[in-house]
Nanobody, 126 residues
Framework: VQLQASGGGLVQAGDSLRLSCTGSRDTLANYQVGWFRQDPGTGREFVAVISSSGRATEYTDSVKGRFTISRDNAKNTVYLQMNNLKPEDTAVYLC????????????????????WGQGTQVTVSS
């Protein structure tokens, strides 16, 4: 599967953004999909993951209550709704996919995902 991330931008603290990750060449419904973020000088940080069915989701602690991951398999798209954005959320956001239909044992590390999109920049000003 090929992934295309979009929806990033420059916003102020407290604003919202919705990122999209659209799949092509294969149906995304067969994949768990994760969002990661990366800024210069740091590694790739796990943000959220959703199972192929959408029944299971997990988040890193710093975004719980603010970010929501969801998917529309009919549109071959996974979303990351980001509310109450903070300057520390500034990063390049990347989506990644792993071909599994399990609703447990979701991936939290970058090496568990074999397919990556190109990333979209999110910048939050204070």
């Amino acid at each position: 599967v090929q992934l295309q991330a979009s929806g990033g931008g420059l916003v102020q603290a407290g604003d919202s953004l919705r990122l999209s990750c659209t799949g092509s060449r294969d149906t995304l419904a067969n994949y768990q999909v994760g969002w990661f973020r990366q800024d210069p000088g740091t590694g790739r940080e796990f943000v959220a993951v959703i199972s192929s069915s959408g029944r299971a989701t997990e988040y890193t602690d710093s975004v719980k209550g603010r970010f929501t991951i969801s998917r529309d398999n009919a549109k071959n798209t996974v979303y990351l709704q980001m509310n109450n954005l903070k300057p520390e959320d500034t990063a390049v956001y990347l989506c990644a996919a792993d071909k599994t239909t399990l609703d447990y044992g979701l991936g939290h590390t970058h090496y568990e995902f074999g397919h990556w999109g190109q990333g979209t920049q999110v910048t939050v000003s204070s």
